[in-house]
């Protein structure tokens, strides 16, 4: 990332430097995902799409720790894959957007809450800036080489209410609490980057 691109990566220390944690990432691009593990503190696994997971980047992607995840239904296996990164003290990388979109948090599903509810984990948001914003000349589909992206990490929260519940209403009222710390960082984001 740091070769092809000139990435400002603000407020890393804010992810926890052990122990498990969710990485909450907004995801306007594709080189998002990348950006974000090439410049993290720690290693991520990210929950990614099976479509991804074809060719040579499918052994490449499964080899660095990705969780490859059937989007068309409740992938059981995923689901036990990603609890066991944060069960044994890792980094989850999500997307709660579940899929690219225009990267504001606007409509999130409730897996992160899940995630976060049942494992207990903080969430970190996670605004990459910057990888939308001007196609490069060399490779329309990216950003321009040696441009600047931006990575910010913000506070830590916790996502559930103490009482360890994982009712359907608690996991509503998580992710109510969840797209306001998300959306109000992506703000707090904008503001610093002056993006």
């Known amino acids: 990332m740091y070769g092809l691109w000139k990435p400002r990566v603000l407020g890393a220390w804010k992810v926890p430097a052990s122990g498990p944690a969710i990485l909450a990432v907004n995801h306007s691009h594709n ?11 720690r290693p ?5 799409k099976k479509e991804a997971f074809t060719g040579p980047l499918g052994p490449f992607l499964e080899g660095i720790g990705q969780l490859k995840v059937d989007r068309s239904g ?9 609890l066991g990164v944060l069960a044994d003290g890792g980094v989850l990388g999500i997307f ?25 984990a903080p969430i970190v948001p996670v605004a990459v ?20 992206v931006d990575v910010v990490f913000g506070d830590a929260f916790e996502a559930g209410d103490g ?8 996991l ?13 960082h992506l ?9």
Request: no cysteine; aromatic share 4%.
């Open 163 to 170: 009482t360890g519940r994982r009712t359907r209403q608690a």
């Open 129 to 148: 800036l910057g990888s939308s914003e001007r196609r490069g000349r060399l490779v329309k589909g990216l950003p321009p080489l040696r441009g600047r």
């Open 31 to 41: 080189i998002d995902g990348p950006m974000l593990m090439g410049t993290a503190p």
């Open 96 to 120: 709660p957007e579940g899929t690219r979109g225009e990267g504001d948090f606007a409509s999130l599903r409730a897996g992160l809450a899940y995630f976060a509810v049942r494992s207990g």
């Open 44 to 48: 991520v696994h990210f929950l990614i």
């Open 172 to 184: 509503d009222a998580a992710t109510v609490r969840i797209q306001d710390h998300l959306t109000a």
């Open 74 to 82: 409740t992938d059981r296996t995923a689901v036990t894959g990603a």
């Open 187 to 195: 703000a707090d984001a904008k503001r610093l980057t002056g993006r």
